[in-house]
């Protein structure tokens, strides 16, 4: 048809189009749940925690509480009808703390009352009497007392040893990468409601409305179909909503369940800190050995994870942490431990990356010790060990590496970044600036896309057609900002060549989409695009056998397009032809369902084909650090990104830049900090600082790479861009560090840790500056 061609239609997949809610973001009217006006009766909720680390709870007096005025309930461990657990993975993970707490901040008690100030007075009257014991707080207390939260991972792939012992040079090296609060706008909250049959309808702020479906029964003793769990928007997850949205959603659920009156429970911004999970902090070891010209031959790597109290995510994070060790690095011979530690801190949880950037950020901080113990340029040690034709294709888990871009990718941004000038610009400014010092580095990402447990990559959709051609879409992937529902709706509006705009998207509920697994591994519009576009699909096979029928001419001849569905010259709107399907009794709603092909994953062994493709990307950063204060500042970033065939440039960008400050956070300016008795004492915007629009490069320049469609029939050839790009502010912390290698001419390995705050950039300059003083003997390693 070439109507089509000429007229088309408005917002197909492939154009820029604005997130469906960006107008009512920015004009304040998108509601969140705390929005939405309070059903009557409604009790507000607050939590008791602990003030301990570790303690063994001696009593529970909540009469004085109980006295406030407006107080409905004090609830405790002793008050679910069902079980204390909310484990997502494993089991035993209390919701509310039994016999003992084991971190501070953990949830000892709910108070609900009338009004929310009534319920925060009432829960300091809460006397909770206290036994303290011991805590293990750090990553080395916990790897000493081999006290884990699930048994270590451990990858192998050759014989590490021998090709250690065999390697000509040899250095061992370690890192420590701190962790990182999701700082979501939108804090945790659940509004939990009743139902007059006994069932309960829950408001959750959730990446996984099923799992808190789960979550709320397990606690209310209630089949999954009783319980309802709705979410239509995100004020942001990041990861820290997947497992962690559980158990605010089941103390809401208790708290209606026992009083009988709708409960909402909203943590405060300190107490959200203080309360729920972060990003992973980690301890990274290595044993490396390599030929003279940088070439990894033999690796023995230990990542180490500060689980928290209970495993939560942990054992997965791991997983994808140790998958992601090689990044775009070819590794022969290896050994990979992970151990998730379990200490008396607070469960950490997934965080964009999900392990993969702590998996390899590790290698990079390698590769540029080996760089310097050679007296090589980084860049040319990192291009040696880049993953090439077989054999050196296939990674320490068994998948081969069949769809690498990295070297053209490279070459892109080697020529728009201009980074041979650039370099000998900023090494001529370096000779002739004692004070400020320039640095400049590239990092490239390879990130697995696909969950790595294969059960877990399915999505399901449900359409309808209303017979004025309007299409209601709802699938079971979850709205945080990230852009879903815009893109999914692009895939149906594209099927049934309608315009965007008659498309209405609505909140994810278990009621229509059940059994769904969290949008989360980037894997949403992968997943939920493909759910959705197969249940338009059928709808619209339907709907051209009628046509074909109203035409007199064979179902092929039948074409949708630009709004309207033709045969040869004759043609119907596409509400006129819906109107008419539904005169003929045709029914006009779907559901879909999407698997993802080709996965498999052996826990045991740790191989597999984990991932139905990579989504690569690179970027170069240039900075300037003030080597006496050690303050500092991004001044160029240059990203080529790869989004397959992008179903929404304005979307995906958004994600590369937005991925990319918040990585910057992470390895820059975003300190967590515990004091001696592991209580977090940076819970709040006054003490931890995540990156302001200051921040971002002043010169920042991000470039989705054209005409590179998904080798795998992915929707509309399109990739996954949620996570990969964060992972490229690597580039930023290897700047750094190659600033202030430069005060030592690029001989000394730079001792500095993520995140790299300018406190830490002063302390590695002037550990530089010693040895340059010393004599400059290079050191073995760091
Ligand atoms: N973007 C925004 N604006 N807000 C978010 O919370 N979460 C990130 C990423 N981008 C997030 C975001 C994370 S952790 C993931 S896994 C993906 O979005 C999830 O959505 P997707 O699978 O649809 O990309
Ligand atoms: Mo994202 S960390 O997979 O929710």
Redesign the pocket.
Known sequence: MNDALILGIAGAPGTAQHHDSASLHVTGRAQFIDDIAEPPGLLHCKLVTSPHAHARIIGIDSTAALAVPGVAAVLTADDFPGANDIAPILKGEPCLAADVVDYAGQAVAIVAAETLAAAREAAKHVAVQYQPLAPVLSIEAALAAESYVAPPQIIVRGDADAALAAAPHRLKGRLRTGGQDHFYLEGQIATAMLRDDGGMHVLSST?HPTEVQHGVSHVLNLPFAAVTVEVRRMGG??????SQATQIAAMAALVAARTGRPAKLRLARDDDMIVTGKRHDFLINWDVGFDGEGRILGLDMRLAARAGNVADLSPAVMTRALCHVDNVYFLPAVRLRGYACKTNTVSNT?????GGPQGMIGTEAMIEQIARHLALPVEAVRARNYYGAPPRATTPYGQEVEDNIIPLLSAKLEASAQLAERRAAIDRFNRASPVIRKGLATFAVKFGISFNIPTLNQAGALVHVYTDGSVHLNHGGTEMGQGLFVKVAQVVADVFQIDLGHVRVSATTTDKVPNTS?????SGSDLNGMAAYNAAIDIRARMATVAAAQFGVPIESVTFSANRVYAGNRSLSFAELAKLAWQQRVSLSATGFYRTPNLSWDAKTMRGRPFYYFAYGIAASEVAIDTLTGEYRVLRTDIVHDCGRSLNPAIDRGQIEGGFVQGMGWLTMEELWWDAEGRLRTHAPSTYKIPGSRDIPADFRVHILEDSPNPEPTIFRSKAV??PPLMLAISVWLALRDAVASLGDNRFPVALDAPATPERVLAAAADIRRHAASGGAALPSV
């Open positions: 990446q997850a990041f990861g820290g909503k997947e997934a965080f964009r990356g999900f969290a949008t989360a591994a980037s949620g996570e």
